[in-house]
């Protein structure tokens, strides 16, 4: 038996080094920033909502960001009525943390600032409850769940070609078993949310007013206008035109729209 | 000249042939002139200074009677001699040029014919001035004008102009009625007459530097509605004139005529131009002119529910009334009723001039704030023929109290509204205070070679663990067995030794009895000399061997030693090696 244990343990430091890998990711660069946000936030304040956005906005600049940052900064803008950078803000705010309430109220606030009244789409009950599920947890948490997840896995597994008890045996076989299935969720979970970033573009609308038209062309049939703060999905361009969709399922091409990417990878 | 000369002659030599013979018939015809113009009359007066009968003109074949015969009698005496003249007259106008003969008229005097001469007249080209200028119509066609004063004639489209009629007349011609027999329809253009109440004559009007009446018959504003040519149509009047005419009254006054006379401005050509398309503003809605444009709310902040007005305003000069005010466009929960249009316009020789205005009532549905985002206007000024446009500034409505948007969720209207389930909560919350910020940029750690590193990891060490377990376990395993198999092996050997002499009693007892200890010895670690066999059955019940085991064993060295030292005895040498060497697999497993 304490044989057993000594070629296990011989293990040991190749789980410590690997786990090192892990640990970097989830802990890192927090630290000197706070004081801007904070500062930001006493302007804020007293009002001083220009000073408060600057100050957010330098966070933003030296490479730092949070779900509360934006979130303050989406503040500032709606008390400056500058609607499409509040949407903007907001909807950032909610991809990094998308079940935060105050996040969705104050975003919502937002939007009715907008000049359009765009009918979202009906979702099923399983779209809901997809969402709900894929929303419970951000996207790198996943992936770093999928890690654990296997290496849980493995340990259980270990257990059970290592142990001789009859009883241990069983038990570590059926649970590395369960967990093997946990993890095969996790990744496919994972890989559909990244399929899905990489295929799902989101931006806001900058310009005041844009025509969206049916053809990447003048020649096509005016379909609707839109104004600023409309959020809209990317779907393909075409020199300076560029093919979206809103809430409502609508699509069609606006030219030399003023976008901002919801998405960073995208900004260029 | 030479027939004109001989004309002469004869008419001398018949002057004196009526002087000389008193009481001749006298039988002539007089023209009023031998060389007159195309378009200018002539009078004929045929003369006789008898009583005469059965008058025949001559057929006046190049000729078109314009009046007559008028006839004319005479009759005076002067001292005592009666003198007589009867006169038929006729007013003739030549069909044609060149020289025309006016043939001879016959008269029947006492029963005798007489003929005039024929005589030849000159027709040349139409003359200017047709008539003398005593004449009616000239005096009407010198003294009376009726003008068009247009104020531009090249005109932007949509920029107003002006149009006055004015009626010219002066001495002597005096106008007594005026009836319009043809009024401009202004076709093309947007038109408002200028109502006049009665018109006035204006003693110091000029016309082209001379001194005139004036009297303004119309004003009328336009606004071209398309570009190009225009014409204008005419104004026709129908004047009734009062003329002097040639004769005198009694008193040596100019005796008036009343006659009709038809005047007309004749066409108008407007050039519109085209507002220019450089520069033009895409919300351009066709307003030109000069004007201010701005928004009012009349209300600011205000509860849910509650309405206020926005109104659009533009005022100004310019074609107010032929242009469409911007729209206003507000958040989507603002509900916006149909805008109010009024007008305030007062069209006057300067054009529309004043405001005009939409009036939205606007209602609320939640609190929160809604910028009203600013309205432009763009308009032509035509005066620096630039387009220019005009921004509202940025309006903020704050709407307090009342309902959020929360409590109208049950509505059915505006349950499908996302929004309206969103901020079912209140009010519009504070910042958040504290943070923990994170890199932007950070690794995506899905698919990265770190996160492929961590998931090939846990399945190597898994391989591993399995080979490890394959090989070394199982190895480890033989170690702690090898003692056991030895035992085994040798319990085999020794009791291998007794079966070699199965035959031989004593040998084999011997060798079996031996066998037991030695195997004894090596399991229990102990020497043969201290062997007895109450310390063996200690030894192996100490061991946790069984005691019927311990029993069996110690029974059959017993049965050994027996069969040793008594040999005859009834022993069964198999039944006895049986027993051992089961006895030994027994022991070896309790072991």
Redesign the interface.
């Known amino acids: 038996m304490k044989?057993?244990l000594r070629?296990?343990g011989s293990?040991l430091p190749?789980?410590v080094f690997?786990s090192m890998?892990?640990v970097p990711?989830l802990s890192?660069?927090?630290a000197s920033?706070?004081p801007l946000?904070?500062e930001g936030?006493t302007a804020?304040?007293e009002g001083d909502y220009n000073k408060a956005i600057a100050l957010y906005e330098q966070?933003?600049k030296l490479?730092?960001?949070?779900?509360?940052?934006y979130?303050?900064l989406g503040?500032?803008y709606?008390r400056l009525?500058n609607?499409a950078e509040s949407i903007y803000y907001f909807e950032k705010a909610k991809r990094l943390n998308p079940k935060d309430?105050?996040i969705?109220?104050?975003?919502?606030?937002a939007?009715?600032?907008?000049?359009?009244?765009?009918?979202?789409l009906?979702e099923s009950q399983l779209a809901q409850l997809k969402k709900r599920l894929f929303n419970s947890l951000s996207?790198?948490s996943?992936?770093?769940l999928?890690?654990v997840l296997?290496?849980v896995?493995?340990?259980l597994?270990?257990g059970y070609?290592?142990f001789n008890s009859t009883q241990l045996k069983r038990s570590f076989f059926f649970s590395s078993l369960g967990v093997l299935l946990l993890f095969s969720w996790s990744f496919l979970i994972?890989f559909s949310i990244?399929q899905q970033e990489k295929n799902t573009q989101f931006a806001i609308l900058f310009s005041?007013?844009i025509d969206i038209w049916s053809e990447p062309n003048q020649q096509g049939e005016l379909l609707f206008t839109l104004?600023e703060g409309t959020k809209v999905q990317l779907l393909d361009d075409l020199e300076e035109w560029q093919k979206i969709r809103i809430?409502n399922g609508s699509e069609g091409w606006i030219k030399n729209a003023s976008l901002r990417a919801l998405n960073?990878t995208i900004i260029k | 000249m030479m027939r004109s000369h001989s004309i002469r002659i004869l008419f001398c030599f018949l002057v004196l042939g009526a002087l000389s013979l008193q009481g001749q018939v006298t039988f002539e015809a007089k023209v009023s002139k031998k060389r007159l113009g195309l378009n200018e009359r002539l009078r004929v007066d045929f003369q006789m200074n008898e009583n005469g009968d059965n008058f025949a003109p001559p057929a006046f074949a190049d000729f078109q009677v314009v009046s007559g015969p008028q006839q004319a009698v005479s009759r005076s005496w002067v001292n005592g001699v009666q003198s007589f003249s009867k006169t038929y007259t006729y007013f003739l106008t030549p069909k044609k040029k060149g020289k025309l003969k006016l043939g001879q008229a016959e008269v029947t005097i006492s029963g005798e014919v007489y003929k005039t001469s024929a005589v030849e007249i000159q027709v040349t080209e139409a003359v200017k001035k047709p008539n003398d200028p005593n004449n009616v119509d000239n005096i009407i066609d010198g003294n009376i004008h009726l003008v068009a004063e247009i104020s531009k004639t090249n005109p932007y489209l949509n920029e107003g102009i002006t149009v006055i009629y004015k009626l010219y007349f002066r001495n002597p011609i005096s106008v007594s009625d005026v009836a319009e027999l043809e009024s401009p329809s202004y076709g093309d253009f947007w038109s408002h007459l200028i109502k006049i109440g009665r018109a006035e004559i204006n003693m110091r009007g000029s016309y082209k530097g001379e001194p005139y009446n004036e009297v303004i018959w119309r004003k009328a504003v336009l606004y071209p509605q398309k570009t190009g040519k225009l014409t204008l149509e005419p104004l026709t009047l129908n004047l009734s004139l009062s003329v002097p005419s040639n004769r005198k009254d009694l008193f040596g006054r100019r005796i008036l005529t009343q006659t009709q006379k038809i005047i007309t401005t004749g066409k108008n050509v407007i050039r519109v131009k085209e507002l220019p398309e450089s520069n033009k503003p895409n919300d351009f809605s066709g307003a030109v002119g000069q004007f201010d444009f701005d928004v009012i709310l009349d209300k600011y902040a205000l509860k849910a529910s509650e309405s206020f007005q926005a109104k659009i305003k533009v005022n100004g000069k310019g074609n107010l009334k032929l242009f469409n005010l911007p729209t206003i466009?507000?958040?989507?929960?603002l509900e916006v009723y149909e805008p109010e249009h009024d007008e305030k316009v007062k069209i006057t020789l300067s054009g529309m001039q004043g405001s005009i205005e939409d009036n939205y009532t606007i209602v609320p549905q939640?609190q929160?704030?809604?910028?009203i985002?600013p309205v432009q206007f763009s308009y032509f000024d035509p005066k620096s023929a630039t387009y220019k446009t005009l921004t509202s500034q940025?309006l903020?409505v704050d709407v307090f109290d009342g309902p959020t948007?929360g409590t109208s969720r049950n509505e059915t209207t505006l349950s499908?509204?996302?929004?309206v389930i969103?901020?079912a909560?209140n009010t519009?919350?504070?910042?958040?205070?504290?943070?923990?910020?994170?890199?932007?940029?950070?690794?995506?750690?899905?698919?990265s070679s770190?996160?492929w590193?961590?998931?090939i990891?846990?399945?190597f060490?898994?391989l591993?663990?399995?080979l490890?377990?394959l090989f070394?376990?199982e190895k480890?395993e033989d170690v702690t067995t090898r003692k056991q198999r030895r035992a085994q092996q040798l319990a085999k050997k020794y009791l291998s030794s007794a079966k070699k002499v199965f035959n031989d009693q004593a040998l084999f007892y011997e060798a079996l009895e031996r066998a037991l200890h030695n195997y004894l010895k090596a399991k229990l670690k102990i020497e043969t000399t201290e062997m007895s066999k109450s310390k063996i059955e200690r030894l192996l019940v100490e061991k946790k061997v069984n005691k019927e085991t311990a029993l069996d064993y110690v029974a059959v060295i017993e049965n050994c030693e027996r069969a040793r030292y008594a040999p005859g005895s009834s022993v069964n040498i198999e039944e006895d090696f049986e027993k051992a060497s089961k006895l030994i697999a027994t022991i070896d497993r309790q072991l």
């Open positions: 044989k057993y070629t296990y293990l190749v789980i690997f890998l892990l990711s890192s660069g927090q920033m706070e946000f904070e936030n804020y304040n966070t933003l490479g730092q960001h949070s779900a509360a940052l979130y303050n503040n500032a709606y009525n609607v309430s105050d969705q109220i104050n975003s919502a606030f939007r009715n600032m907008t000049i359009d009244a765009i009918e979202f009906p996207f790198n996943w992936s770093i999928t890690v296997l290496w896995f493995v340990g597994f270990l070609l290592l994972t990244n005041n007013q104004h809430a960073e | 466009s507000v958040p989507n929960t939640y929160g704030k809604y910028p985002p940025d903020i948007a499908e509204r996302k929004q969103e901020t909560d519009f919350r504070f910042i958040k205070l504290n943070t923990k910020l994170s890199p932007i940029h950070q690794e995506i750690f899905w698919m770190r996160f590193i961590l998931l990891t846990p399945l060490i898994l591993t663990g399995y490890l377990k070394v376990l480890t």
